[in-house]
């Protein structure tokens, strides 16, 4: 489950791991329809960040990152993430697979 430190009014430090991955994953899955085009960024996308260097608000991709967290880390100046490489990688395997059936079914 993630983990979020307050280090101050600005700035928040949050820690994810495998599991975080899987309930994003699965979150999605579940709502295939409402986050398909995040889905489907997210899968194009990791790979020009080599995956671990990926922005959740680079393409605004982060609800399904803001869902599972139960927090909107824009209501603070600055946040850091810390995950592990599982996280990444996990969570990319899952939404190219959900893209894949996204372009299945508008195909």
Same mark, same amino acid.
């Given at each position: 489950? $993630?983990?979020?430190? /307050? *280090?101050?009014? !600005? !700035?928040?430090? *949050?820690?994810?791991? =495998?599991?975080? $991955?899987? &309930?994003?994953?699965?979150? $999605?899955?579940?709502? /295939?329809? =409402?986050?398909?085009?995040? *889905?489907?960024?997210? $899968?194009? !996308?990791?790979?020009?960040?080599? @995956?671990?260097?990926?922005?959740?608000?680079?393409?605004d991709t982060a609800a399904l990152f803001?869902?599972?967290?139960?927090?909107?880390?824009k209501q603070y100046?600055?946040?850091?993430?810390?995950?592990?490489?599982?996280?990444? @990688? &996990?969570?990319?395997?899952?939404? !190219?697979?959900?893209?894949? *059936?996204?372009?299945?079914?508008?195909?």
């Amino acid at each position: 489950m $993630a983990k979020i430190t /307050v *280090i101050n009014q !600005k !700035k928040i430090e *949050i820690s994810v791991d =495998l599991d975080d $991955a899987l &309930t994003m994953i699965a979150e $999605a899955g579940n709502n /295939v329809n =409402l986050y398909a085009n995040e *889905i489907v960024t997210i $899968a194009e !996308k990791m790979p020009e960040f080599q @995956y671990t260097y990926f922005c959740f608000y680079a393409y605004d991709t982060a609800a399904l990152f803001e869902k599972m967290l139960g927090i909107d880390p824009k209501q603070y100046l600055s946040f850091s993430l810390h995950a592990p490489d599982s996280f990444f @990688y &996990t969570l990319y395997g899952g939404m !190219k697979m959900l893209s894949g *059936i996204i372009s299945q079914n508008r195909a």
